[in-house]
T-cell receptor
Framework: SQTIHQWPATLVQPVGSPLSLECTVE??????LYWYRQAAGRGLQLLFY??????ISSEVPQNLSASRPQDRQFILSSKKLLLSDSGFYLC?????????????FGPGTRLTVL | AQSVTQLGSHVSVSEGALVLLRCNYS??????LFWYVQYPNQGLQLLLK??????LVKGINGFEAEFKKSETSFHLTKPSAHMSDAAEYFC??????????????FGKGTLLTVNP
């Protein structure tokens, strides 16, 4: 069966520091991968989407970036964190089945920027 | 463009009572519809999905939802609430059209409280 891992689970970082969040998927090949942010009272916001190694689509302009160095690895980064980057970051994966692809989510990373 | 509206940001029910969480969608093409549940400080878990087969979809934990095209609705129900159902519920829509066929659009969520 497929599993998705995210780490770290929680992170407290000062403003202006760098960020690296990692997501890995097991038990599937060539998944679509997604990064979402869930900020208090603002619902789920899709940040990045990837259909394959090195292929990244950005949904919103911001100081975050994403990379996919391996088929089942997705990394979210920032060179300098802002206060507004605080939130709950969720990674998700999907594969096409039954006419559409269903997204499955990881456990999330709680980021607090101080 | 697709969108989702969840009526009621907070729903409170008594244990054993009917749970009804409302979701209306907007889509110019036949949609795929999903319900997810999120427990505190956890990721989203898929409850059920509609993919144009049966209009009444059964999911995990005793939940079900009915796709009603005429009402553009996909409401989530459970006959008898349990304390463990307390969580936030998200409705989402996806269409296979245009260049954004990967995109899942979420509602703002409904927080379900279950009172003993």
């Amino acid at each position: 069966s497929q599993t998705i891992h995210q780490w770290p689970a929680t992170l407290v970082q000062p403003v202006g520091s760098p960020l690296s969040l990692e997501c890995t998927v097991e038990g599937t090949s060539n998944p679509n991968l997604y990064w979402y942010r869930q900020a208090a009272g603002r619902g789920l916001q899709l940040l990045f989407y990837s259909v394959g190694i090195g292929q990244i689509s950005s949904e919103v302009p911001q100081n975050l970036s994403a990379s996919r160095p391996q088929d089942r690895q997705f990394i979210l980064s920032s060179k300098k964190l802002l206060l507004s980057d605080s939130g709950f970051y969720l990674c998700a994966w999907s594969v096409l089945a039954g006419g559409t692809d269903t997204q499955y989510f990881g456990p999330g990373t709680r980021l607090t920027v101080l | 463009a697709q969108s989702v509206t969840q009526l009621g940001s907070h729903v409170s029910v008594s244990e054993g009572a009917l749970v009804l969480l409302r979701c209306n969608y907007s889509s110019s093409v036949p949609p795929y519809l999903f319900w997810y549940v999120q427990y505190p400080n956890q990721g989203l878990q898929l409850l059920l999905k509609y993919t144009s087969a049966a209009t009444l979809v059964k999911g995990i934990n005793g939940f079900e939802a009915e796709f009603k095209k005429s009402e553009t609705s996909f409401h989530l129900t459970k006959p008898s609430a349990h304390m463990s159902d307390a969580a936030e519920y998200f409705c989402a829509v996806k269409t296979n059209s245009g260049g954004s066929n990967y995109k899942l659009t979420f509602g703002k969520g409904t927080l379900l409280t279950v009172n003993p």
